[in-house]
Structures are given as C-alpha cells and as structure tokens.
C-alpha cells in the first residue's frame, strides 16, 4: 500500500503520485500534509533543501482549490526565477488529473505582458519571485486581495537576498483572513518578524533539530594558503573522479573567473550566475542535468533553482558572508535519503567560521588534506581499472579485432595491460612530477584541533593506509565506513582515520600494530555475497586525519606548473575572450581519459575527433585532434568523460 493514501489526499493526486513514481512521504510531508489538509490554520515548516517541502505544501493547495472558480487563490513565492520555474512544473505535474486548475509562473527576465495574459485568462495558482510581484501589483495587473493561500517557499532565502520590504507590501495586498505556509531551513529574526506579523498562532513542524544540517551529508574542510585555492579544487576534482558538484563563489566575477580556468583546464565545466541571460541559465542548467557538465560553478543566488539528482559534492571554494547560507549550498547535495559531501576550501584566517557553521549546523567537519600527487594518480589507477572493467563492449568492434590483433600480438598480457593503463596514467605522473605539494602548507607553521587556539600535534609519519573495493556505491560515505572497519575490526574510536570514499573504492589507515589483524579479518568477510578484498597501498596517506598530525607522500620539489589540458579537451579561446563558459557559447565536454563524466561520445574511443553535434550556443570551433597513443611531447590533462 502507498504511504501516500494515508495522508487524506485525494484519489486524482494519488494517481498523479503514482505516475511521479513518489512511493514514500518524505518526513516534511508526512506531518505537513495531513494538518494542512484538516484545519485551515498558518504553519511554519523547518525543513532543510531537499526534503521534498513543494510536495508537502503543493498537495493540499491543490486539494484545497477551487477549480470551478478561475480567480487566483493561492500565491507561491520563491526566492528565484529558477526555483519559481521549477515550482510551477512541479504544481502542473502534481495536478494534470485536476480538470480545470491553470498554474502560471511570474518571474522577471521574461515577458510581463505575457504573465499578465495568462493571469487574466484565469490562474487559480501564480508562483512568483517578489520583484516580479510587486511589480505586477504597482502596474495593476494583478489581484491578490482575494487570495485563500500564501506559501512562502525558502523564506530565509527571499530575506537573505534583500526582499524583506517586497514580502512585507505583497502580504500586506492579501486578505488577513488567509492561511500562510511559511517554508524554511531556518529561523533568522526576520523570518520570525514576518511570522510574527503576518501569521495568527501557526503550527510549527521541525524536520531534524531547527537549523540543523543533513545528516546524509558529511562536511569536511581542507585549510590550504590563499594562493592554492584553485590548485586545491583541481586536486579534490582528480581525486574524485566521479565528482558531479556544485562550486559556489561569493561572487559573479569570481564564478565567472573559476570556471574559466577550469575549462582551460580541460575540465567540464560552467559558470551560472545572474549575469547570464535566462536562455544562458536555462542552456547551462540543461547540460549540466544532462550530465555534460560535471563541475557547475556558481553564486548563491544563481543555484536557488537547482534541482538535481544525485549531486556527488558540494565544494564551497569560498565561505558564504552569511554564514546561515551554508545550509543552502550543502542541501544541493545529499537529497532523497542519497549520501553526498560538501566541502570547504578555507584558509587560516576563515577557520573560525567553520566552527561557527559547526555550531549552526550541530555537526562536526572533518578536517582533510590535500591528496597529494601520488594519492591522485593511485586513485585515477584504479578509476580506470574498474571503467574497464564494467564497460559494456559494442560488438562493431569485433570486425577490427584482426587488424588490432596483429598490432598487440607480441605483447604479452601483463604488457598489455601495463600500455593500456599507462596512456592515461603517463599524463597524470607526468604533471603531478612536475607541482610542489600544497598540503600541509596553510597555516606556515602550526595546526589548529578544534579552531579554537589549540595547537594540532603533528603526527607525519608510520601509519599503514589500505585499498579497499567497497565504496559509496555500497552506500558507505566516510562516516559510515570508519564506524563499519571500527566495528568489523573490533578496534577503538582513532585506530581507523583518514578514511577516503570513492565510487567502487575506498582508502583509510590505521597504526601498524593493526596491519596482520586488518588483512586476516577484511579478507574473509562478506558484504552482501560480495567478498571484501583489502591490500596494503604503496601511498601512506601521510598520518592521521581525525584531529592528528598530517603529512603528504606528495613528489615534492618543482615549482608551480600550470596544468596540461586533457586529452580531447575544449577548442582553444578565440582571441581575446575569456574562456569558460561564456555568454556567447557552451562548450560541450567530450568524453575520454580518465574518470569523470560526460554524455557526448567520441570517435576512435580514447583518441579521435569528437563527434558530438555542436547544438545552440556550443563552441563554433571544431575540437582539437587528440594526440596518437603514448604521445606525450604536448602534455596534456587526462579528459573526464
């Protein structure tokens, strides 16, 4: 039976529910939609992003309208054009078997003669950013004086970004006799003064403790000096070579800046901010759900409207100014009961915020090293060794076999093997030979333990680091797999550390005394009929990271090198733009190379001219011709497909 049909919804919304596949109520809408369906009364939700909160109050305002009378009867406000867009999808879905109930959008950047045409033909429900809405209400183009509903939708956002007044005048146009849903992930002051003001005695409902974070998110930081801010962002995305992130900056500049760099770096990226146009936001925003861009660098304000699934990383290359929007960012990520990881890039004179977060959030952050060189190119090793693995084999490959077999026939397999790896393997090394190691280099001289003054004992050295094929596939994230090795290995709280989650793999190190007894238990132990194989890795990890020392088995010397491009990457910048993503054109990654992600195939498998058709605002520039196999006299990034 449907969870569903015990909430009181009616029977054309259950069916629309079991076209949406939607199986269980999220926590939110388990204890919104049965109140909010019996009583007609104010409430305020404390809910984070991601919990499902359009359904919670989308439900019962459809259940609840008229559809007989086409006057606007309930108003929705979000804080951008994004998020308005994707609300009002959301509301048409959840009510395609209502006969008669019209839903239009009203957000700038789009026509607002159009908005008020479709009002006029009769809206039953207008979902709205508050400049937009107020603006419709000084023009007279639309009334709200007889409204039933007012749902405020990310109210602490709306107030964050400077729409206090706009919330104040647009209730004050409505009827005092309505009913107010006030939706948040947190209860600033004035958010408590807009409830206060305009809500009489409303039920409040917390999902998890109030401004609390996920707890299927894990937070780590990583403290590196200023300068290698963006060198520490390329580490963390080689050393996850599945990442698939949200990048905030602080500004428009800045994102713009990040990504740039990022695409001539081979890397598939883009910018989203709100200097792009809305057929810009709405192409960046379509290839990155496409999965085309793997790293979407963007502003707060920008990312409000994203909806996505199955976000890997959060990766805050800049601290919020408002420390409250940290809830924001890591809510991308770690959605519908899925695991994710958001990640701060801080320096030594931003410490103190991360246990100011700490506080807000109620969770601890775990603090990490940059991976050194070698760490990288071990994890994109065995990336690739499993990419090979489980791909799935075109059988038009077959009528080339004669002609690849006399090529490869006097190579034993062991050396075929060794070659194949090594086309790719060669670029990593190559350039991670050539850049100094930025871990450990932060704070000058000390550590900080609990951000609070503490001097951090500095412990490089003697801990053995293992390889282990269970990873976030196995739904572990880091958290979940120490406590799991603590209790399968019956070892104490800090015998395991430095625990690294990764797709189909992960790393964690113990002291040595625990070497013989972490071979002979991990390796006769099953999980879930799979057997559990754990090897001692050539890299050591370099030391504790629970709270302990660190060290890095980075290759050490070389000054700062900038990065090759990767194999097949993006045409180069026509002369004198900016690179990036820019707002004339979308480059379209390319897959090939190492790890990563991209839906665009390539001729010729790791070499070759893309194929990919170039589709609107794509680069006009044909790709380069990847260079022959082995080849390294142009060094070049590996390519995330």
């Not at 002051?189 to 409040?204: C, H, L, N, T, Y």
């Not at 420390?323 to 320096?347: C, D, M, P, Q, W």
Request: net charge neutral.
């Amino acid at each position: 039976m449907n969870k569903f049909e015990q909430l009181g919804l009616s029977e054309s919304l259950l069916k629309a529910i079991l076209d949406l596949g939607f199986e269980n109520p999220t926590e939110v809408q388990e204890k919104a939609i049965p109140l909010l369906l019996e009583k007609d009364t104010d409430m305020v939700a404390l809910a984070q992003t991601g919990t499902g909160k359009t359904a919670a109050f989308g439900f019962p305002v459809i259940q609840k309208i008229d559809a007989n009378n086409r006057n606007t009867q309930a108003l929705i406000l979000s804080p951008t054009r994004e998020l308005c867009l994707q609300i009002t999808n959301e509301i048409k879905n959840y009510s395609k078997y209502e006969k008669g109930i019209n839903v239009v959008a009203v957000y700038g950047g789009a026509s607002i003669t159009d908005q008020a045409r479709e009002i006029k033909r009769g809206a039953q429900i207008i979902v709205a950013t508050p400049g937009r809405m107020q603006d419709m209400i000084n023009r007279g183009l639309v009334n709200i004086s007889q409204i039933n509903f007012c749902i405020l939708d990310e109210a602490d956002e709306m107030l964050n970004m400077g729409f206090y007044e706009d919330i104040v005048n647009i209730l004050s146009t409505t009827p005092d006799e309505k009913n107010t849903w006030l939706f948040s992930a947190t209860m600033p002051a004035e958010v408590a003064r807009i409830g206060k003001q305009f809500m009489k005695d409303p039920i409040e409902i917390t999902v998890g403790a109030k401004n609390s974070g996920s707890a299927t998110v894990s937070h780590e930081f990583y403290l590196v000096n200023a300068r290698d801010r963006y060198e520490a962002l390329k580490r963390l995305a080689d050393a996850n070579p599945d990442i698939f992130s949200v990048v905030f900056c602080r500004t428009k500049r800045d994102t713009q800046a990040v990504a740039e760099k990022l695409v001539e770096d081979g890397y598939s990226a883009a910018a989203l901010h709100g200097d792009l146009s809305q057929a810009q936001r709405d192409g960046v925003m379509k290839s990155f759900r496409g999965r085309q861009i793997q790293m979407l660098v963007a502003t707060d304000v920008a990312a409000r409207g994203i909806d996505v699934d199955n976000i890997t990383h959060v990766v805050n290359y800049q601290l919020p100014d408002e420390i409250e929007t940290y809830n924001h960012r890591s809510g991308r990520t770690g959605r519908a009961g899925k695991l994710g990881t958001s990640i701060v890039i801080v320096t030594k004179s931003e410490l103190r915020k991360i246990s100011s977060i700490e506080r807000i959030i109620k969770q601890k952050f775990e603090e990490k090293t940059i991976p050194s060189g070698i760490e990288i190119c071990e994890i994109q090793l065995l990336h690739l060794a499993n990419k090979i693995k489980d791909v799935e084999v075109d059988h038009e490959i077959d009528n080339y076999l004669p002609a690849i077999n006399n090529v490869l026939e006097a190579l034993s397999k062991e050396e075929l093997i060794k070659k194949m790896v090594s086309v790719e393997f060669n670029r990593f090394i190559n350039y991670y030979k050539k850049t100094r190691d930025i871990s450990n280099q932060a704070s000058g001289s000390e550590r900080r333990d609990d951000r609070d003054g503490a001097p951090r004992e500095n412990n490089n050295g003697g801990a053995t680091r293992y390889f282990v094929n269970i990873g976030s596939r196995d739904n572990f994230d880091w958290m979940s797999l120490k406590d799991y090795l603590k209790e399968t290995l019956d070892l104490g709280r800090d015998d395991v550390f430095k625990v690294d989650v990764k797709e189909g793999f992960s790393f964690f190190n113990t002291d040595p005394e625990h070497t013989d007894k972490v071979m002979e238990v991990l390796n006769n132990v099953q999980l879930e009929g799979r057997r559990i194989n754990v090897e001692i890795s050539k890299n050591d990890g370099g030391g504790r990271r629970d709270h302990n020392g660190r060290s890095s088995g980075g290759f050490g010397g070389g000054g700062r090198s900038s990065a090759p491009r990767r194999e097949g990457s993006f045409a180069p910048r026509r002369e004198g733009s900016g690179g990036g993503f820019r707002s004339d054109r979308n480059s379209a990654p390319r897959e090939g190379g190492f790890g990563g992600r991209s839906s665009a195939p390539r001729e010729g498998g790791f070499g070759g001219r893309s194929s990919a058709p170039r589709g609107e605002g794509s680069s006009d520039r044909a790709p380069r011709r990847s260079e022959s196999f082995g080849d390294s006299s142009r060094p070049r990034r590996p390519r995330r497909d």
